[in-house]
């Protein structure tokens, strides 16, 4: 069953079911935040989409698409990216030894059963295509550890480079990481490269 929404009074699809395969949480919100979505017979009422409480998923914020206008995407509207993980942070994947590739797929509104905090859990495709979300902060890092591992610090291309460290924020922006925590885990590389001050300022 698709989803629709009126923005700016034009209906719009922006998914089906509980997969909003169009839209991303932060163009939703902020759309309305400035109260340019209606609602549409049949379909939730705009806060319902935002609320824990109705389980909606939302489009990752893939950053090659955050020009596009409300409502619109690139390439498939199951769009997942891939990343390279080690299967020693997967314990409950099933899989053997080695490295596989997971997709980072979307982001869910929660609320955390271990803390009561509000937060866009990742939600990734497992190679066999199961998907799951994860919601502890430990775990994440460790996630994103990879994706700087694997696709940024090892990756000669820098465009990719740089569409993967944003990605890698994104992620921890979820989880309400502070700007410091983010530059600290994204560019490792920045900060082991910074000189210490050592003496006194004459």
């Keep these: 069953m ?4 009126k923005y700016k009074n034009e209906e719009i699809k922006i998914g089906t079911v509980e997969n909003l395969y169009y839209v991303r949480f932060d163009k939703f919100k902020q759309a309305f935040e400035a109260q340019e979505l209606s609602h549409v017979d049949g379909n939730f009422a705009p806060w319902q989409y935002l609320d824990t409480q109705y389980g909606f998923r939302f489009r990752f914020p893939f950053p090659d698409e955050d020009k596009l206008p409300f409502g619109e995407i690139l390439g498939d509207y199951n769009r997942g990216i891939p990343i390279r993980i080690d299967q020693a942070i997967l314990p409950d994947e099933g899989l053997s030894p080695g490295h596989y590739e997971m997709k980072i797929m979307q982001q869910k509104p929660i609320i955390r059963r271990s803390d009561g905090m509000e937060c866009l859990a990742l939600v990734w495709a497992s190679p066999h295509g199961e998907l799951s979300r994860i919601e502890d902060d430990a775990e994440i890092r460790k996630v994103v550890g990879e994706v700087i591992r694997h696709h940024v610090v090892k990756n000669p291309d820098k465009d ?3 569409f993967y460290q944003q990605v890698a924020s994104r992620i921890l922006e979820g989880y309400k990481f502070s700007e ?5 885990i994204v560019f490792p590389q920045k900060n082991a490269l910074r000189p210490k001050k050592t003496g006194r300022r004459l």
């Excluded at 698709?2 to 929404?5: A, P």
């Design 2 to 5: 698709g989803e629709y929404i």
């Design 180 to 184: 410091q925590q983010i530059k600290k």
């Design 160 to 162: 990719q480079k740089a």
